[in-house]
């Protein structure tokens, strides 16, 4: 069964500051990977997505993610975080069967001025 | 092009009672999905629907149903609503029929007293 892990519930940067985020997956297949963020009592909007290719993947927002097989991760990192950045962050692998999407339990990020 | 519309945005319920939610998806597109999501448990597929079929199914008990019309609109039902069933119900809509990015609405946040 697929699964996905992500080590850090919370995470706490400063406003200009580099982000990694973390995720490690599990899935017998190539995977097809994504980040999503959600703000407050919205729903989840698509920052990038893997599925074949380079391993290094640009995304909305100055974010970007790197596929390291070898590791089974999918971190995301941003080079300089804004306040807007607040928000929870999923990663998410999709099955090959359809389009049912298992996601991590989320990092909260919270920005410091 | 509008986006995946939800509605209500908000309920409140009682025990015992049933509900049903609706999801209108991105014109085009097809497959149509739910998620729940709480705080204890996250972001929990529940199922998923492509030209009016089930595709994928979670596991949740029989009392979580759904449907999709010809039109791609979709309606989950919970039936026998339990306080557990209190969270915010997520759609999810693609255009293709496996592993396409995922576009999500602001979901409906059902509240069971």
């Known amino acids: 069964a697929q699964s996905v892990t992500q080590p850090d519930i919370h995470i706490t940067v400063s406003e200009g500051a580099s982000l990694e985020l973390r995720c490690n997956y599990s899935?017998?297949?190539?995977?097809?990977l994504f980040w999503y963020v959600q703000s407050p009592g919205q729903g989840l909007q698509l920052l990038l997505k893997y599925f074949s290719g380079d391993t290094l993947v640009q995304g909305i927002k100055g974010f970007e993610a790197e596929f390291k097989r070898s590791q089974s991760s999918f971190n995301l990192r941003k080079p300089s975080v804004h306040w807007s950045d607040a928000a929870e962050y999923f990663c998410a692998v999709i099955n090959n069967a359809g389009n049912m999407l298992t996601f991590g339990g989320g990092t909260r990020l919270m920005v410091k001025p | 092009k509008a986006g995946v519309t939800q509605t209500p945005r908000y309920l409140i319920k009682t025990r015992g009672q049933q509900v049903t939610l609706s999801c209108s998806p991105i014109s085009g597109h097809r497959s149509v999905s739910w998620y729940q999501q709480t705080p204890g448990q996250g972001l929990q597929f529940l199922f998923e629907y492509f030209s009016e079929t089930q595709r994928n199914k979670g596991n949740f008990p029989g009392r979580f149903s759904g449907r999709q019309f010809s039109n791609s609109r979709s309606e989950m039902n919970v039936s026998t609503l339990e306080l557990g069933d209190s969270a915010l119900y997520l759609c999810?809509?693609?255009?293709?029929?496996?592993?396409?990015?995922?576009?999500f609405g602001s979901g409906t946040q059902l509240s069971v007293l």
């Open positions: 899935y017998g297949a190539t995977p097809y």
């Open positions: 999810a809509s693609s255009l293709a029929a496996v592993g396409e990015k995922l576009f």
